[in-house]
Each structure stands twice: as C-alpha cells, then as structure tokens.
C-alpha cells in the first residue's frame, strides 16, 4: 500500500510577524519556517502504518518555494521514503488551486491512502483535503483521532462536537489528522544523514498541467490591534464613569 | 525569549550551518524541551541522573553520533556540538552523560579497541543498552595523570589490575569502565583496558555530597585484584597519548555544549530584566542591566562562531590541540561568567532550582575544572606562545 502525506511549510507562530508596504502579504522573508504540526502527525501515522506492516511506501509531497526541501528533509528524516516538491510562489496559491495540484499529482502517484494535516496552522483554512476529496471524487474522514487499516477499508476514529464518531471508508480515502491521532517523533541523527540520500524529485505547476488561476484575491492584511495597558481605578464611582463615558459600555 | 529576537539570530551563527546541521538541533531542542526539562529540576535535587531519559536519548541517535559505523548516525562535528549545546541548555549533566559515552568511553574503543571489542560493545552504546565510562583521574593524580598510580602487571595470559580512580562520571551506572593503568615492570607503558561490571575485585561507588553536577552520576572505581584476560586489553591504546586522545576529543563537546548553558542563563535573564520592576519600571531599562546583558551576549555570540569554526577544522582533520584548548578554556570560562551574571540579575530569586540559573552556574563550575582544569588549558596555550612548559 501507498500513501501520500503532504507537507506544508509554515512560518513559525512564534515569531514577529510584520506585513509589507500596502499591507498585501505578510514578510516571511526573516520568519523561521518549519512543518505545519499536523502534518508532521500525518506523517507520524503514515510511518506507524508502515512499520506495522500495512503500508509499504510513504510519499511526502510539499507545493511550496525551494526553501521547503528543508521540511520535505524533515519528512524524510522521520521516515517518509520519498519526497515531491511542486514548486510554486506559494503566494500565487489559494486552497482550490493546492487541492487541483494535489488531484494531478494523485493520478501521478496513485496512493491509496492519502494522510494530511486537517489544517495548515498559519491560515487555518481548513479546505484543501475536503475540496481534494471532491475533485477525486474519494471519501474522505476529517479530524480523525485513530485510523486502522484491514481488509482495503480504513476504520477513523474521528473527533466530533461533544463526542467522537467512528467512519469505515473503502480505499483510496483521504483522512486527516487531529492533535491526538499521535505524538510526532523527532527526527533522529541517522534519520537525518539517511534522508539526505532519499529521492527528492522536483516539478513545476506546469508540469502537472494545472493553470494557475488563483480564485481567492488576498485584498489586505491587518495587524491586530495593539493591546492597551489596563487602568486601575480607585472605586465603583469611578469604574462606573468610565463604563458609561470612556468605554460606553452602559 | 521576550526580547526583539532570538539569540540564535543575535548570534547569526544560522548561515554558517548546513540544513541537516539545523535539523539537528531543532529536534534536539524539542526533545530536551519536552522530555528532558520537566523532570530535571527533581533529578537535581534528588542527586540523580534521569536515566528515564536515556532511551530516547538513543533514540535520537545521540549516542556516538559523531563516529562512523558500528550503528552510529555519523553527523558532523558541528552537529554533533550543536546537539551537547542544546543538552547543556537544560543541565550539564545531561550533556555529561552523553559526552562520556560517545566521546571518553565509545571513542577510546573505537579507535583503539580490537575488532571483537569493537562489534561486541559499540552497537550496544549507540542504542543506549550499555552504558560506558573513562577512569584516568585518581584521587591523587588529577591534572597530572602521567604519574597515574593504578597499576596492571602481566599474570601468565592475564592482567592484574589495582588501585582506584575518582571522578568518573557514569561511574555507579557503567556496564563498562574504561581503565587507564600503568604497566609494571618493563616499558612501564600506560594501557587501556575495558573492565565489565560484576568483574571480581572490581567496584564503583557513588561520591556523596556534591553541590555540581547533581543530575549526573559521579563516582570512584575500585580495583583490587582484577585479573583480566588479554582479550579486555584495548591493544591500540598504549602510552599516555592514548587518553589524552579521547579528552582532546571530548572536550571539543564539552567546550560546544556549555555555551548551550550560557545561552539558557542570557535568556532567562532577559525574560525576568523585563519582567522584574524595581523603582518603577522593568530592571531591563537600567542601563547597567543591559551592558550586563550585551557583555553575556558578545561572550556567547564569539564562543559560538569559534565553536562552529573549530568544529569544522576537526572535521577536516585540522584541529590541533592548541585549540581544542583554546576553545575548552574560553568557552568554559564565559559559561561560567554569564551564569554569575545572570544568577546576579535575577537576585533572590536567582539562587532557586526553580529559577534554573543556579543550576547552571554550580554545574559549570565543574566543566571549569573537568577536561583539563582552566589553568592547565592556559599553560597548554603559554607553552605554544613561548615554549617554555609551566606546569
Ligand atoms: C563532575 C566531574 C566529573 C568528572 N568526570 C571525570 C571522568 O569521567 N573521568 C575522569 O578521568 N575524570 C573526571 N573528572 C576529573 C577531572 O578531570 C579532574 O578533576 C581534573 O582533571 C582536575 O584534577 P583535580 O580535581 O585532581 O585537581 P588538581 O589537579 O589537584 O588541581 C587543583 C587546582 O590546582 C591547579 N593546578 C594543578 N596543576 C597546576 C599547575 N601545574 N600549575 C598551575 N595550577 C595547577 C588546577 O588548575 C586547579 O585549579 C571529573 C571531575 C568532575 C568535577
């Protein structure tokens, strides 16, 4: 069996973020950069498949700058066995346009179980493997906490609002990954030095003849607004005049 | 941190790195933060090492990571540092452990040890199962080991060993000690031998009362009457050269590892400037505290770069020991200096567990002294500078 995880590269939510001149982009330029998480648990639940015999090759693929062969290491550093890197401005792209990469790339590969994080922790838009399973016309289980594989069927153990919910999809299936599906390994020292020597194969958009006809416009960012130092004020009267007065709360 | 930027970027070591060098500290860096952290404070105080964490230490491939074959990852000298600098972030201990193992126990066995030795014990240090350590020091004989008092003499097919070493890190924990000996009669060589746990006449014991390097296991060895078959010999490690070998090696490691320290001490000690308001405002708007602050950061930012550098000399086979002791020296000394500092600037609070600094500061005064004292590294560097030997 052969599963496809994907793996997108995201800035560091630490960081100090600051946005261009007109406010279009947000500089990532100075931001460290590595494996949105639930990818990395994507990942982590495809390499425990294999090494429990049911899968027996794990593809990691990234659509990103060529910055992001360093979290595509990573992957392969973890375990993954191969590596594809569609190279793309990755601000040239919006979720319909990943999910439309990913469809061509899938008739490419033919995995039949595809892992991905079921979100990117930056944008948190949570689209690309819903739309992904729609173009393939694939099942698909989201948020997924436990996955099982037996007779060419994955059995998700999925969580749900106020409970969990158990889907059994026939293969090929997307699933992705919830925090508690399983807790990433780091990536070892000779899983590092093996995974400079795995494949990683490089390909452009137009290779995989998609059109790059981005449908969401980013129109503008916004920086939260500073927060205020809190006031301390010396009695009720006082709170109260600045409810109905300053804050026109009352 | 709290401030503007991270260190790593005040440092502006990053571009001097290779990407899996990189990687190799990120995922040291989250191990030690997840699993090494939360249980070091209770180790230090109970006086032990967190063996818990021995396993996943192996795991990660830290063990031996620097050498080649017999199931070790094989990484660059630099990465090989950058994973004690992160260790030493938490404890000095942690990065102890690991730099007896790979660099003093699992290198002397390595490079002089025979073939069998080699593939009956080095497979098991790098997963962690066995567990090595290095007896040169002895309770007389610290910074002059030359006149070593343990001896061995030669008994038909056999060796017969006595006397005791002190200080050994691993000691009580080892499953197989490294010992250093002098022959008696003929040559009066120096010999190495690997002495298994359990051997007849042979003991470790714990050394009670240490204020340093308390999550680290320290203790003596005891030899009396070890008879050891020629087979325990390591048949390449002859003459005084040999464990002089493996410190020069480990205290690349060491000198690596304890800017990871100063590192820790120069962030926590800008969190809590900032933090921390006396006469009205944060103790990081004195401009005392922020000349303290750049002094920490200039020592840390120079180790580094010598750091790196001189890792990729050992790589090249350019390192002379002139400036592995170079390195040892200086590094040690501004960890040191930066954990005073910083122990300073957190002021009551500083001299609490809970405040990690002190830790830091008691432990580095051990790797001031381990590896070759600071005074012996100056007059290794005197005697380079004028050749004229001091000690
Ligand atoms: C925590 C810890 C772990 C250790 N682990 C190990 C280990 O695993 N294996 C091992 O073999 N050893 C180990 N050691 C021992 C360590 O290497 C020695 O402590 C060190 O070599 C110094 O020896 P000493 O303590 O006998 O000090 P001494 O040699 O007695 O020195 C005392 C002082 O005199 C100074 N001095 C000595 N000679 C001169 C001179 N000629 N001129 C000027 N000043 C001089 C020294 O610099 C020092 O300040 C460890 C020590 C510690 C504290």
């Not at chain 1, 600051?18 to 390499?47: C, M, P, R, W």
């Not at chain 2, 250093?180 to 009362?209: C, N, Q």
């Not at chain 2, 070759?372 to 290794?380: A, C, R």
């Amino acid at each position: 069996m052969k599963i496809l995880t994907t793996v997108r590269r995201v800035p560091d939510l630490d960081a100090r973020f600051s946005l261009n001149g007109d406010k279009t982009e947000i500089d990532t330029e100075a931001l460290d950069h590595k494996v949105n998480y639930f990818d990395e648990v994507a990942v982590e639940e495809a390499i425990r498949l294999k090494e429990k015999g049911v899968a027996d090759e794990i593809v990691s693929v990234c659509i990103g700058s060529g910055n992001a062969t360093k979290e595509l290491r990573t992957a392969l550093a973890m375990g993954a066995d191969r590596a594809i890197l569609v190279e793309a401005d990755e601000k040239t792209l919006d979720p319909y346009l990943v999910a439309a990469i990913l469809a061509k790339l899938v008739e490419k590969e033919q995995p039949d179980l595809i892992i991905m994080g079921k979100l990117g922790v930056d944008f948190e838009n949570t689209q690309v493997p819903q739309l992904l399973a729609g173009m393939l016309g694939w099942p698909q289980a989201t948020f997924a906490y436990s996955t099982e594989i037996c007779d060419s069927k994955v059995t998700v153990g999925r969580e749900v609002d106020g409970g969990t919910s158990t889907f059994r999809l026939p293969l090929p299936a997307i699933v992705t990954a919830d925090l508690r599906l399983n807790e990433p390994r780091f990536p070892s020292l000779p899983g590092i030095m093996k995974a400079k020597r795995k494949p990683l194969d490089t390909m452009t958009i137009e290779d995989l003849g998609v059109a790059l006809e981005p449908r969401v416009k980013t129109v503008r960012f916004e920086m939260p607004p500073e927060r205020e130092a809190g006031v301390i004020v010396a009695d009720v009267a006082e709170l109260i005049q600045k409810l109905r007065d300053e804050v026109k709360a009352i | 941190m709290s401030g503007q930027v991270s260190i790593d970027e005040l440092i502006g070591w990053d571009s001097l790195l290779t990407d899996d060098e990189k990687e190799v500290r990120r995922s040291v860096r989250r191990f030690v933060d997840s699993q090494c952290m939360p249980r070091i404070t209770d180790a230090f105080e109970a006086g032990r090492f967190p063996e818990e964490v021995v396993a996943g230490i192996a795991d990660l491939g830290l063990l031996g990571a620097n050498l080649h074959g017999y199931g070790c990852a094989g990484v660059s000298s630099v990465a090989y540092g950058l994973a004690c600098h992160e260790l030493e972030a938490c404890d000095s201990g942690l990065r102890s452990f690991v730099s007896v193992q790979t660099s003093l126990a699992m290198y002397a066995i390595l490079t002089f040890g025979s073939e069998a030795q080699k593939q009956r014990w080095l497979p098991q240090m790098a997963a962690g199962k066995v567990i090595g350590c290095f007896g040169l020091t002895e309770p007389d004989h610290g910074s002059d080991p030359g006149s070593m008092a343990t001896y061995c003499v030669k008994d038909g097919d056999h060796w017969l060993l006595n006397g005791s070493k002190m200080w050994i890190t691993n000691a009580q924990s080892a499953d197989i000690s490294v010992v250093w000996a002098r022959e008696r009669g003929g040559a009066g060589r120096i010999l190495g031998f690997l002495v298994e746990k359990g051997t007849e006449g042979f003991e470790a014991v714990g050394i009670p009362h240490k204020l340093s390097m308390k999550a680290s296991f320290t203790g003596g060895l005891f030899l009396n009457d070890v008879r050891l078959p020629e087979s325990s010999r390591m048949p390449e490690g002859v003459g005084l050269k040999a464990p002089l070998m493996c410190l020069n090696n480990a205290r690349f490691g060491v000198a690596f590892g304890v800017v990871g320290a100063a590192r820790d001490c120069l962030e926590r000690a800008v969190a809590y400037s900032l933090e921390r308001k006396q006469f009205g405002v944060p103790l990081a708007s004195k401009q005392l505290i922020q000349a303290q602050l750049a002094e920490m950061l200039s020592d840390i930012a120079k180790a580094s770069v010598l750091s790196v550098h001189y890792g990729r000399l050992k790589d090249q086979g350019k390192l002379k020991p002139h400036h592995v002791s170079l390195l040892k020296r200086n590094n040690c000394k501004i960890a040191l200096d930066a954990a005073r500092t910083a122990r300073s600037i957190l002021g009551a609070n500083g001299i609490t567990t809970d405040h990690h600094v002190i830790r830091h500061a008691v432990n580095l005064e051990s790797t001031y002294t381990y590896e070759g004292t600071n005074e012996i590294h100056s007059l290794v560097l005197g005697e380079f500078l004028t050749g004229i030997k001091a000690y």
